[in-house]
């Protein structure tokens, strides 16, 4: 999975790396991705650190904004 991937390299608080993770399945789920080598999957989980590195934490938040950020992309796949 990408994220589990990305985040052997980064370094945040426990509390943080729960966020993201939550948010990371919770956008899966809303998107119905259920090919994790999907490419979208990494972009997903780069997004969820990119925003947690500016110090978000709450997963609903972090679902909700990495879910309008992508947008295009997910326009442009249907």
Not at 8 to 24: L, S, T
Not at 48 to 66: H, S, Y
């Amino acid at each position: 999975m990408a994220i589990y991937r990305l985040l052997q390299h980064a370094v945040f608080e426990d509390d943080a790396v729960k966020a993201m993770m939550v948010a990371y399945e919770d956008v899966l789920r809303e998107l119905k991705l259920a090919d994790r080598a999907d490419p979208l999957t990494e972009i997903i989980a780069k997004k969820i650190i990119e925003l947690a590195q500016t110090g978000e934490r709450d997963p609903k938040r972090l679902c909700g904004l990495v879910l309008q950020a992508i947008q295009p992309e997910r326009l442009s796949r249907d």
